[in-house]
């Protein structure tokens, strides 16, 4: 996670059935150093560490760049630590609708 002190970002997946075998670790995405210490005897990872699509061109040095080598940093390590799997979703709003939206989604 970016941080663990915001245990509110990430405290629902606790409640999941074999909770109790996740491990919460805090980690800078664009740091590639780290990655391979983060994942050294990890089977699988799950990755939804991008943020929100940026809203102005001005937006893409600070989001859309460390998004993609955050996920090559990721990627890399897990290949050479041997991860068994990894489940990327692009980001977390992959997961869940804004209430404000009127767009239904089947």
């Not at 996670?1 to 915001?6: P, R």
């Not at 074999?18 to 780290?34: C, K, P, Q, W």
């Not at 005897?41 to 001005?58: K, Q, R, S």
């Amino acid at each position: 996670v970016k941080h663990l002190a915001l245990k509110e970002k990430y405290q629902h997946l606790t409640l999941l059935p074999g909770s109790e075998r996740l491990v919460f670790t805090e980690a800078n995405i664009t740091d590639e150093e780290v990655w391979d210490k983060v994942l050294n005897g990890v089977d699988y990872v799950i990755h939804t560490a991008n943020p929100d699509p940026p809203l102005t061109i001005e937006e893409e040095e600070e989001i859309t760049k460390p998004s993609v080598e955050g996920v090559a940093n990721v990627m890399k390590a897990a290949i050479r630590q041997g991860v068994k799997r990894v489940i990327y979703t692009s980001s977390a709003t992959t997961l869940y609708q804004h209430s404000n939206s009127e767009v239904v989604l089947d």
